[in-house]
């Protein structure tokens, strides 16, 4: 009787079920969008973030920044000056430490002991600056207004004349070299990177004259693998093309550790730990453990690091997660008041008819179910377009991909990620712009916060019907019988 009358009164008053089903539709549906991306914003983030520290990566820990910036390791070149006829190429390679600053290799094993982390690995970042070309020797003129001899008149001896041509032309080539631990390959910049071409480094190769290249460096100088590197007098192989999956990659070359220190000379030294939890939610903690048990360091998280992301993707993202969620909230609250007004409304129309129905010996009670189980099924048809439409909102978001961008590593601080990020070293880093395309994944936590959304504004619309519903007596029905 409950499901049969209430399928006949649904299909009587079908305009008024829509107008409150459209209702909820429209507040469950900005609910999805706003929802979705968000997880984009998160997604899209995570990304930007990986591209500089690395899957897997929770934290890093760099030395502690300070006044002194290592003026030793300052660029200096020196040549030798021949003047040589034959124009021979001259080079000179300087390796310098990126930022500066270095943290004894031993501190990997201290930090890996620390309750709470999974995996460390160390890693060295240099600079390389190599300065090559050649000196040309100048040519004397003598002027032709001298004396016998090109000599000044007057008894002095020295020559009249100038010189001409010669001088000096070279180039300068700068990039970046990373050793990785190859160990632990797990961790690191080097896991932000897709190998393309050739492998990756093996567990043996820990001191091996080998190389990995990224992409883009690897197309400007030409190299593939089996190609020769030069660095420093030491020539390595290249195994390998690294293809950075976001954004620009950490470093131009990578190399075994033991091989950056010994072009350093900076033996058993690394400039980042890299750390990963046993569980993500015990980062902070492990954050603390790490800033007490292991002095004269900065740890840095994934969090800190998002705080420096700048540009549309921050902006886009506090319009998300600021301006949707409170929209959202506002338009569901006046959905599910709308709902229950008209409920009530509709209620207020039906007066005669719930009259007689008492009369004929319906219990309030049942009266309230049959206006809350028409409320309910409302919501829930609502729910169903709201899902239609949340859907279809988030699938046009993700097919046009809007472009974002995010400006990294502006400031300055305790080094961040990839010792110092790319483009800067502790105290010093450099701003980073990177592209990154806007999705907005569903997850099945939204879909059911969506369902629950519409269960509810059913509930809070039949709570108004239900309530008028009740104080209705019989003699209210005999009132309007004309």
């Known amino acids: 009787m409950f499901f049969t009358y209430l399928r006949r009164e649904l299909r009587r008053r079908r305009k008024a079920a829509l107008v409150v089903a459209s209702g909820l539709a429209l507040g469950i549906a900005l609910v999805i969008v706003v929802d979705s991306v968000s997880n984009g914003m998160g997604k899209a983030q995570d990304k930007v973030l990986q591209s500089l520290y690395g899957l897997g990566t929770d934290m890093t820990v760099t030395k502690a920044a300070s006044a002194s910036t290592g003026d ?21 390679d300087r390796v310098m430490v990126r930022g500066f600053t270095t943290l004894a290799s031993s501190t990997v094993t201290e930090v890996a002991g620390q309750q709470g982390v999974s995996a460390a690995a160390g890693g060295l970042s240099l600079d390389v600056v190599k300065v090559s070309g050649q000196f040309t020797r100048g040519r004397f003129q003598q002027n032709g207004g001298a004396g016998a001899g090109g000599f000044q008149r007057g008894g002095g001896e020295q020559p009249q004349g100038e010189v001409q041509g010669g001088g000096a032309d070279f180039g300068i080539n700068q990039y970046t070299v990373y050793g990785t631990d190859v160990s632990r390959t797990g961790l690191g910049p080097l896991t932000s990177s897709e190998i393309t071409s050739g492998r990756t480094f093996k567990a043996t190769e820990t001191d091996a004259e080998v190389a990995v290249a990224d992409s883009a460096y690897a197309k400007e100088k030409k190299y593939k693998v089996g190609s020769a590197v030069t660095v420093k007098g030491t020539t390595y192989k290249v195994i390998g093309i690294a293809t950075a999956d976001s954004g620009d990659s950490a470093a131009d070359l990578y190399i075994p550790l033991k091989q950056a220190q010994t072009l350093a000379g900076q033996k058993n030294k690394i400039t980042t730990i890299y750390v990963k939890a046993t569980d993500s939610q015990r980062i902070d903690s492990v954050k603390s453990a790490l800033q007490k048990n292991v002095p004269g360091t900065t740890v840095t998280t994934s969090a800190d690091l ?116 790319p483009g800067g070293g502790p105290g010093r880093r450099t701003a980073q712009t990177l592209e990154v395309a806007l999705t907005a994944p569903v997850s099945v936590t939204t879909v059911v916060l969506a369902v629950g959304l519409a269960v509810a504004g059913g509930l809070i619309a039949g709570a108004f019907g239900g309530w008028r519903a009740s104080r209705l007596r019989p003699a209210d029905a005999l009132r309007r019988v004309e």
């Open 72 to 92: 030793a390791q300052r660029p200096r070149f020196q040549f030798d000056a021949r003047g040589d006829d034959d124009g021979s190429e001259q080079s000179s």
């Open 306 to 421: 998002a705080k420096t992301v700048s540009g549309s993707l921050s902006t886009a993202s506090s319009l998300a997660t600021r301006v949707g969620t409170w929209l959202s909230v506002a338009v569901l609250v006046a959905a599910f008041l709308v709902a229950g007004l008209l409920t009530s409304s509709a209620v207020s129309r039906r007066v005669r008819e719930f009259g007689t129905l008492k009369a004929l010996g319906w219990k309030s009670g049942r009266v309230t179910r049959q206006v809350v189980g028409e409320a309910v099924v409302n919501g829930l048809v609502g729910g169903a377009l709201g899902i239609a439409l949340g859907l279809a909102g988030a699938y046009a978001v993700t097919a046009v991909s809007p472009g974002l961008q995010a400006q990294l590593g502006t400031g300055t601080g305790g080094g961040g990620f990839g010792g110092g990020g």
